[in-house]
């Protein structure tokens, strides 16, 4: 070939490996596309894209945004769920598996810290212990706790506290989950505060220490330890959990026991649970302290090194939402003008007040229904129409309000280097035609 002749990469190539070139080229000096890299991009999305012109710089469209192909775990009684990793076992539920308004344990994400325990021979015997600062130290079998406390049946979100760390730029560290680290299932079990009341709380009682029967992968110690503020401990959601959606609980996610403390980091709900220790200082076990589970103050240098000396521990989640009707990807007929759409949303502690979807770009909002929870603690159903000019290349993008007026930003913020709470606007590409 001659000497001077240059060949460009595809625009989803050029935006995955040299993104500021990409918008150099893609884009004009008036931050509009040029008309050869809008056709560019349209071949790269496989269609014509009507709202090319509310694209904001910058925004790769999300056809494009995917870098390789996932991998699909493959286990018997588990749906086709995104894998995370493999050692530890980590997998990821599709947002469009997320449809169920409880979701079953096939569709249930896994996420483990170390060895999945052997199995209880005799659930009904495995004991529960209750100790540090209460007045009657307590170790009473999961049969005991049964007969001995009222028993709740209630709908409840848990959630990986690094749901979302894949919108974090740069990339943090650990599993780059989407938004699928959570899980609605209905729980029963018993209240924590029932059961932490009969030991007697003494008045140096302030926060929790969690354990469970999981060890390292190395086998040195514990998997993880976590603990809380004895107020979300005393919360009438925060449960001792014996059964998932009226059946055992399934060896793969804490059988035959464990906590269920909804709206904070799912790593509070210790798997396996076998003792809860009440403490007059915050917990020092595995997985608490540093940048573990806790996030800035103040905003951080993206991408810099920090020791989370000021950090604080992460709590109540923040509100995110999900498209559930339909998955990234979805092809329509020709001629398709409207469209009914669906999702949950959640707000850890509190609850979701709004939904809003955009189809141009973030041009124009429209307000979808958003449906009053079952229970305090659940995810709330969202539904709602949209409509579609002409053929083509859409996307659908979604975000959430919380009960305080939060919403989700734009883009990831409050960056940290564990990839805690990142919840920005989720988008779904769907062709028209």
């Keep these: ?153 209630l709908r409840l979100q848990m959630e990986c506290g690094g749901n979302g760390r894949s919108g974090f730029a740069p990339q943090a560290a650990g599993n780059q989950w989407g938004n699928g680290a959570i899980s609605n299932a209905e729980w029963t079990g018993v209240r924590l505060r029932d059961v932490l009341r009969a030991a007697g709380l003494k008045e140096s009682a302030k926060f929790t220490g969690q354990h469970g029967a999981d060890t390292h992968l190395s086998a040195q110690g514990p998997a993880i330890s976590r603990g809380m503020r004895l107020d979300k401990a005393m919360d009438e959601d925060t449960l001792i959990a ?105 707000a850890g502690d509190l609850s979701v007040r709004a939904v809003d979807v955009s189809v141009d770009f973030g041009q124009s909002w429209q307000a979808m229904a958003v449906a009053a929870p079952p229970n305090r603690h659940s995810w709330q159903r969202w539904s709602g129409r949209v409509a579609f000019p002409s053929d083509g290349y859409f996307e659908i993008w979604y975000r959430a309000t919380d009960s305080n007026g939060r919403m989700q930003p734009h883009v990831a913020a409050n960056w940290n280097p564990q990839g805690y709470g990142a919840n920005p606007i989720s988008r779904v590409a769907v062709l028209v035609g």
């Design 1 to 153: 070939m001659p000497g001077n002749t240059r060949i460009e990469r595809s625009a989803a190539e050029l935006y995955r490996d040299d993104p500021e070139r990409a918008d150099a080229l893609v884009w004009g000096r008036r931050d509009t596309l040029k008309g050869a890299a809008l056709a560019a991009m349209g071949l790269a999305v496989g269609s014509a894209i009507p709202f090319a012109r509310h694209l904001p710089r910058g925004v790769v469209p999300a056809a494009l945004a995917q870098s390789g192909a996932p991998q699909f775990l493959e286990m018997e009684g588990k749906a086709r769920l995104i894998l995370q990793g493999e050692r530890p076992l980590n997998a990821e539920t599709p947002e469009h598996l997320l449809d169920d308004d409880i979701t079953p344990a096939d569709k249930f994400f896994i996420r483990n810290n170390g060895s999945v325990p052997t199995p209880a021979a005799d659930p009904r015997a495995w004991k529960v212990t209750v100790d540090g600062e209460v007045n009657t130290p307590l170790e009473l079998t999961l049969g005991e706790l049964e007969a001995r406390f009222p028993l709740v049946t």
């Design 242 to 346: 014996i059964r998932m959606n009226g059946a055992a609980i399934p060896q793969m996610h804490g059988a035959p026991a464990r906590l269920i403390v909804p709206g904070w980091p799912g790593s509070l709900s210790q798997k396996w649970f076998t003792r809860i220790e009440l403490r007059a200082a915050p917990h020092t076990g595995r997985g608490m302290g540093g940048t573990s589970y806790r996030i800035p103050v103040r905003p951080i240098v993206p991408g810099s090194r920090n020791n989370g000396a000021d950090f604080v521990d992460m709590e109540s989640m923040p509100v995110r939402s999900v498209l559930t009707s339909h998955a990234h990807g979805t092809r329509l007929p020709a001629g398709t003008r409207s469209l009914d759409i669906r999702g949950q949303a959640w």
